[in-house]
């Protein structure tokens, strides 16, 4: 059960754990909570910096075991060598993370005696248009038709690339090389094998990870060049009981990212909320998202937020500058030369440019999701944000004409809000309404709309 927990949470974003393994829209909101990806258990994150036929892949590693028996084995299109891996700064996944979580936000009624009161007020603001010697070993490799492609150190991490010729050889190879494989990976790793895949492989070196200092292991970033923009996930499903959650970031210079092989479904959005919600907004989104992700019978993509890197609103966090973008893996600012990707120095910009964000949300099963996940760039550029309104209303007295038929129709608003809210959850209506209530939000009994009525 152990080995199963560590497979099911470390890198099924496109990686197999092996148990040893609108236009911008002002909306004059304020920003009181985010969705990030600390409400999942298992949730694995990937960054994709991507444009034309290259791409530089950042794989976050939450592993929380024993970091020698850590290993991941990650199908890649082409052979990666050394200058093309790094390690990455695990700050960076946060940061977009942050940056582009579904938020909560507040707004305040002004007095309606004091500004004509407009219906549109209390609607929701219009929507934003993942010991044998050497010569032993190797013949021992080619009766099973492993080939070891590269070998090679980055950091903590002793990386090797493999390209094989039947997958029951690659099995072999790796259970003789220490790697405990799942039942299920010989028919998983097929279809790779099929497509002449190679296989980046990397564990821990455990003095270098002693050395370096890291309580936690950093993420690995790799940069290639192929025609093929998707993301292996079906190795990750072995073994795995549930569903598996995996975000994915990609920042592109042209616009939002999709999938092409499933439906990208937006993620609802706008909605207006009971005020209580402020205290259980993780458990809302958790529910709103399982109520969805149902609703579409379990096979698509959620669009979460898309977004010009260079602004936000309301912001949930700042905006990354440019040298967290480099970090990123974003290749092309400063008019970098087409053949450099991050390898190359950093050069200084204080203002972002051409960085679109794409953040996709993706619970998967084997069942519903068959296929890797593949994406194409748009030059879509549409902004769209997962955002969730509290709408206080005005609470002091409103004797004008205006002021009571405010107070008149926010019976009708909150019954609607606590629709809403069951309506995206599930939850139970009346219990809605008692914590509506039990949470201080202002009461329309029977009396209080009479007496608006006679204006007291």
């Not at 492609?149 to 991490?157: C, I, L, Q, S, W």
């Not at 190879?173 to 799942?182: E, S, T, V």
């Not at 936000?312 to 893996?329: Q, T, V």
Request: net charge positive.
């Amino acid at each position: 059960m152990k080995h199963l927990r560590y497979l099911i949470s470390l890198l099924l974003i496109c990686a197999v754990v092996f148990c040893f393994a609108p236009t911008a829209w002002a909306f004059c909101g304020f920003y009181v909570a985010k969705a990030d990806t600390k409400l999942y258990n298992k949730a694995s994150q990937v960054a994709i910096a991507h444009s034309g036929d290259r791409t530089v892949l950042t794989m976050a590693n939450d592993y929380q075991g024993d970091v020698k028996d850590f290993a991941i084995v990650v199908p890649v299109p082409t052979v990666i060598q050394k200058e093309q891996v790094r390690v990455g700064n695990p700050k960076i996944i946060e940061r977009l993370d942050a940056f582009s979580a579904p938020r909560l936000v507040e707004y305040y009624d002004s007095d309606p005696c004091t500004v004509v009161y407009d219906e549109r007020v209390l609607e929701a603001a219009p929507a934003p248009t993942v010991a044998e010697s050497q010569g032993q070993r190797r013949n021992s490799n080619q009766s099973l038709g492993v080939t070891v492609e590269a070998r090679f150190n980055v950091g903590e991490y002793d990386i090797l690339i493999l390209s094989a010729k039947e997958s029951n050889g690659l099995e072999t190879w790796l259970i003789r090389n220490g790697y405990k494989i799942p039942r299920g990976a010989q028919q998983l790793l097929k279809p790779y094998i099929r497509q002449k895949m190679k296989f980046f492989v990397a564990k821990v070196n455990l003095d270098k990870f002693e050395e370096s200092g890291y309580q936690n292991l950093r993420p690995l970033q790799i940069s290639y060049q192929s025609p093929k923009f998707m993301l292996p996930i079906r190795l990750g499903m072995i073994n795995a009981a549930t569903d598996q959650d995996l975000i994915v970031y990609i920042l592109s210079p042209k616009g939002q990212a999709e999938l092409t092989n499933y439906r990208t479904v937006k993620v609802p959005s706008d909605a207006n909320i009971p005020l209580f919600v402020k205290n259980e907004f993780g458990e809302f989104y958790k529910s709103m998202f399982q109520t969805a992700y149902t609703k579409e019978d379990r096979k698509v993509g959620f669009l979460e937020y898309a977004w010009d890197m260079g602004s936000c609103d309301p912001c949930s966090a700042e905006p990354l500058n440019s040298e967290e973008l480099k970090e990123a893996g974003v290749f092309w600012l400063n008019n970098f030369p087409p053949d450099i990707y991050h390898s190359a120095p950093f050069r200084r910009s204080t203002v972002p440019n051409d960085v679109f964000i794409t953040r996709l949300h993706v619970r998967y099963t084997r069942d519903k999701f068959p296929e890797d996940l593949i994406f194409q760039e748009t030059s879509n550029r549409e902004n769209f944000q997962g955002r969730y309104i509290l709408q206080h209303p005005f609470t002091g007295e409103a004797k004008c004409q205006a002021g009571r038929e405010y107070k008149r129709s926010l019976r009708k608003r909150f019954e609607q809000e606590a629709q809403t809210l069951a309506k995206l959850t599930n939850w139970n209506i009346q219990d809605i309404r008692k914590k509506m209530n039990l949470n201080g939000q202002v009461s329309v009994s029977w009396w209080r709309v009479l007496l608006s009525w006679i204006g007291l």
